[in-house]
């Protein structure tokens, strides 16, 4: 499925802030490491995974982002694994863990984190999720003191490679309640203890490297999304289809997804309530929603309502509670078609990898089923930097005529500098125009110089002098 993404490049989105252009990339000496551990990667805590790309950097070179693919799908192989030792000790069959191994190996959610580079750490600390889980299963049902050490081990390095890692908590006690019948011990919330104190921890410095950081675009409390973001995971668990890159802010609240949402999940709600006696629904339906609230706007407005990265280990739970509901049925009907699903989902990952060939595809694809312009201004990005005027300028007009909220002045400046330049000779009045809009977004001398050019090719000579005044004034 992955073979091909072993040969395929960087992708022009966060890949640079992660490895190429990352100061701490490429060296392990004090200086680096103390870089590491002491600063934010893109707005993330994630000290591991930089030190991860370091060592695959310090032997192989970035050259070629082959290397740093194969990582990945090594951690991705891995996990497989994991997954099957844990569903073998959950579900006592070797057979049904095969397929829930496959499932989770196979799914086209799972494309993103394995294709792209600077989604390694939701890899990585998923290895390290998976790992504690199997400790701590063990200390349940072992009581050896050192199972739960490694634990918490797991835990603290899974935390320094994603803050993603914290449900790993809310974990802890579901594992209690499927060896022991219940949430709450005091035994149990004692050992729980150096969890909580490293989860608080990890929790305030991710939020003093990425707290207030925000791109969402509606004009309501984006908390009224919450039961439409959980569900969509759920709906793309089992019908993966038109999957992107970065998914558009809905434009209102009320839309008719976000009601049938509401309705939806409070009968999916009341459903598990009524199949409570059943542990292993009990136990999927919460290890789901305790690993995908992180990444709904009760925590975060961040880019997109939605990224198939935040399924990969979160839907792990969903395909639990398939397992519980069918746990009457003849074992070898499900095999037979858990084996028939992942087949189709093989193919249907298959062809998702290809979309990940360059990040020009990859934008492609995301504007055959998003609306918002987002993807043409960063698609158009690329094709000006590969001199392709024609089809820069055909989508840096789409975003001028329907902007997009989630573009910072910068890459805003950018985009109308550009349509600026490319309109200089064939349109003297709207490089004008776009030139005035790129000193708005960002006033800069050299902005205002280029409106005043262009003003004075137009013969608007007030223009030109007023810009002109503004720079000796301001700079």
Not at 173 to 178: A, G, P
Request: hydrophobic content about 50%.
């Amino acid at each position: 499925i992955y073979g091909a993404s072993t040969q395929y490049g960087f992708i022009a989105i966060d890949d640079g802030g992660q490895v190429l252009e990352n100061p701490f990339v490429g060296a392990l000496n004090g200086d680096s490491l103390r870089g590491m551990f002491t600063s934010a990667t893109v707005g993330m805590y994630q000290p591991l995974t930089t030190l991860l790309f370091s060592f695959i950097d310090v032997i192989f070179g970035h050259d070629s982002a082959t290397p740093f693919h194969v990582v990945s799908l090594l951690l991705h192989a891995l996990n497989g694994g994991l997954v099957y030792r844990f569903g073998k000790r959950i579900m006592g069959d070797a057979g049904s863990a095969l397929v829930l191994a496959l499932l989770f190996v196979a799914h086209p959610l799972a494309v993103e984190a394995v294709c792209w580079v600077s989604a390694t750490s939701t890899l990585l600390f998923t290895a390290f999720f998976l790992a504690g889980m199997l400790a701590y299963d063990r200390f349940l049902t072992e009581g050896a003191r050192k199972w739960h050490l490694h634990a918490v081990l797991w835990f603290a390095l899974g935390s320094l490679a994603k803050v993603q890692m914290l449900p790993f908590v809310g974990a802890l006690f579901l594992l209690d309640f499927w060896r022991e019948g219940t949430l709450f011990q005091a035994k149990r919330l004692v050992q729980k203890l150096p969890f909580i104190a490293l989860a608080i921890g990890f929790a305030a410095i991710s939020l003093h490297f990425r707290g207030g950081q925000s791109a969402f675009t509606g004009d309501y409390n984006p908390a009224l999304l919450v039961p439409s973001q959980i569900l969509w995971y759920v709906v793309k668990a089992f019908a993966p289809f038109q999957l992107g890159i970065v998914y558009d802010w809905p434009a209102e609240a009320w839309g008719t997804w976000n009601v049938v949402a509401y309705a939806a999940l409070a009968g999916l709600g009341w459903w598990v309530f009524r199949h409570r006696h059943q542990r292993l629904v009990v136990f999927g339906a919460l290890f789901f929603l305790g690993n995908i609230v992180l990444h709904t706007a009760l925590v975060t407005t961040f880019l997109g309502p939605y990224a198939d990265r935040y399924a990969y280990l979160s839907s792990l739970g969903i395909w639990l509670v398939v397992f519980g509901v069918l746990r009457g049925v003849q074992p070898a009907f499900v095999r037979v078609g858990g084996i028939a699903a992942v087949v189709v989902l093989a193919g249907l990952a298959l062809q998702q990898t290809r979309h990940w060939e360059d990040t020009i595809a990859l934008w492609t694809q995301n504007l055959r089923h998003q609306t918002a312009t987002f993807s043409n201004g960063m698609r158009g990005a690329l094709y000006y930097e590969a001199r392709q005027f024609a089809l820069a300028k055909q989508d840096f007009e789409a975003v001028d005529a329907n902007p997009d909220g989630r573009f910072e002045p910068e890459k805003y400046s950018y985009l109308y500098t550009a349509l600026g330049l490319m309109t200089t000779d064939s349109e003297p009045q709207n490089s004008l125009r776009y030139f005035e809009q790129a000193a708005r977004w960002k006033p800069l001398a050299e902005s205002f110089e280029n409106v005043a050019v262009a003003a004075k090719k137009v013969r608007d000579f007030e223009t030109a002098e007023r810009y002109y005044q503004m720079i000796p004034r301001d700079y």
